[in-house]
């Protein structure tokens, strides 16, 4: 079975600061890993994904992401947050096994930039 | 715009009662997906379809079934609704492959009262 954890519930970072927002993840195959953000009242966005190669993922609104397989983690990342970027983030992962096309998603880590 | 669409936004219904929730895909996706997202739950996956066919099953109530027709558009029906029932239920869809990503739609808010 796999499995997504995001370890902080809350987190709490200043406007133009870095922002990083954890996610590890468990899954007996290779991982295809993805991150979404809910906003209030609306439905997942998708940021970004890691499938293979490089090992840290560009997406959208300035988020990157840093798969790191000895440590089962996919962490986001903003090196400059925006009030804007304040919502639900979601980690997401699949196994690249045959049939496993859904995804597992976290808990969820709400962010809150602060002005 | 994702370009899932989703009917209704809202709905609010009484224990005991059926509902039909209704998804249309992105142009050209064959397959959809269902999820629940509730406060002490989170986003649980609930069933998968591909271009008409059943392709996995999640945590999802006997109670609960779901279809996809021949214009690829999903209906998720919920019956003997109970007051745990109340959550906002999403459909995806996604393109043909693993590695590609899902679009979600905005959800349909389930209130049983």
């Known amino acids: 079975a796999q499995s997504v954890a995001q370890p902080e519930d809350q987190v709490n970072v200043a406007e133009g600061n870095p922002l990083t927002v954890k996610c590890t993840y468990s899954?007996?195959?290779?991982?295809?890993l993805f991150w979404y953000v809910q906003y209030p009242n609306r439905g997942l966005q998708f940021l970004l994904k890691y499938i293979t190669g490089d090992n840290l993922v560009k997406g959208s609104y300035g988020f990157e992401a840093e798969f790191n397989k000895s440590q089962t983690s996919f962490h986001l990342k903003k090196p400059s947050a925006l009030v804007s970027d304040s919502a639900l983030y979601f980690c997401a992962v699949k196994n690249s096994g045959a049939g496993s096309y859904q995804l597992t998603f976290g808990k969820g880590t709400k962010l809150s930039v602060i002005p | 715009d994702s370009g899932v669409t989703q009917t209704p936004k809202h709905l609010i219904t009484a224990t005991g009662q059926r509902v039909t929730l209704r998804c249309s895909p992105r142009?050209?996706?064959?397959?959809v997906y269902w999820y629940q997202q509730s406060l002490d739950q989170g986003l649980q996956f609930l069933i998968h379809y591909y271009n008409g066919e059943e392709r996995a099953k999640g945590n999802i109530l006997e109670r609960f079934s779901a279809q996809q027709f021949p214009d690829l558009h999903s209906e998720l029906n919920l019956s003997s609704l109970e007051l745990g029932d109340s959550a906002l239920y999403f459909c995806?869809?996604?393109?043909?492959?693993?590695?590609?990503?899902?679009?979600f739609g905005q959800g349909t808010r389930l209130t049983v009262v």
């Open positions: 142009s050209g996706d064959l397959s």
């Open positions: 899954v007996s195959g290779n991982p295809y």
């Open positions: 995806a869809s996604s393109g043909q492959g693993t590695v590609t990503e899902a679009f």
